[in-house]
T-cell receptor, first 112, second 110 residues
Framework: NAGVTQTPKFQVLKTGQSMTLQCAQDMNHNSMYWYRQDPGMGLRLIYYSASEGTTDKGEVPNGYNVSRLNKREFSLRLESAAPSQTSVYFC???????????FGQGTRLTVV | QKEVEQNSGPLSVPEGAIASLNCTYSDRGSQSFFWYRQYSGKSPELIMFIYSNGDKEDGRFTAQLNKASQYVSLLIRDSQPSDSATYLCAVNGGFQKLVFGTGTRLLVSP
């Protein structure tokens, strides 16, 4: 049982490069989320998808785009990476309101 | 005003004491509330969730919710050094939006 799988685990980008972070869940959850975590900042919501076919902005969406490809997959794209996007990125999925959200293992992204 | 607020700490308690962690939220329509624990370099893991006013106990942990005051807390009884971690409060408001606070760092000294 894989749960929530994020790829890659580590990535170094140069300023201006683009990349896509992949996330897949095998638990048939409706809702999926992307967060970034910086020291002392907790988890800040970038984008979320309450159900297949819908996406909404969170607290810090600027510089990111997302795609809910199907119920399993929710990808996060950085079109032109900036050093301010250096962070740990977590994907999560959530079956419903009063239940636990499950997290992937995180992606450590460094933009130089 | 942030949607979910926590004191960043660190909160230092001696082994065996009660640790009290607090969280306030701004959206009165929020319906469910979560406490996650995160060790350094790891993913958050759920401790417990609560959605009704009052207390909910699970082993050494008790979550308390007061919707009128928009306040949720976590008590850890008989704190152990292994409880040293960052504790994240999360709130699920409308439309499945799950928002986290900045976390409180707990240090339990032997």
């Amino acid at each position: 049982n894989a749960g929530v799988t994020q790829t890659p685990k580590f990535q170094v980008l140069k300023t201006g490069q683009s990349m896509t972070l992949q996330c897949a869940q095998d638990m048939n959850h409706n809702s999926m989320y992307w967060y970034r975590q910086d020291p002392g900042m907790g988890l800040r919501l970038i984008y979320y998808s309450a159900s297949e076919g819908t996406t909404d902005k969170g607290e810090v969406p600027n510089g990111y785009n997302v795609s809910r490809l199907n119920k399993r997959e929710f990808s996060l794209r950085l079109e032109s990476a900036a050093p301010s996007q250096t962070s740990v990125y977590f994907c999560a999925s959530h079956p419903g309101m009063n239940t636990e959200a499950f997290f992937g293992q995180g992606t450590r992204l460094t933009v130089v | 005003q942030k949607e979910v607020e926590q004191n960043s700490g660190p909160l230092s308690v001696p082994e065996g004491a009660i640790a009290s962690l607090n969280c306030t939220y701004s959206d009165r329509g929020s319906q469910s509330f979560f406490w996650y624990r995160q060790y350094s370099g790891k993913s958050p893991e759920l401790i417990m969730f609560i959605y009704s006013n009052g207390d909910k106990e699970d082993g050494r942990f008790t979550a308390q919710l007061n919707k009128a005051s928009q306040y949720v807390s976590l008590l850890i009884r008989d704190s152990q050094p292994s409880d040293s971690a960052t504790y994240l409060c999360a709130v699920n408001g409308g439309f499945q939006k799950l928002v986290f606070g900045t976390g409180t760092r707990l240090l339990v000294s032997p």
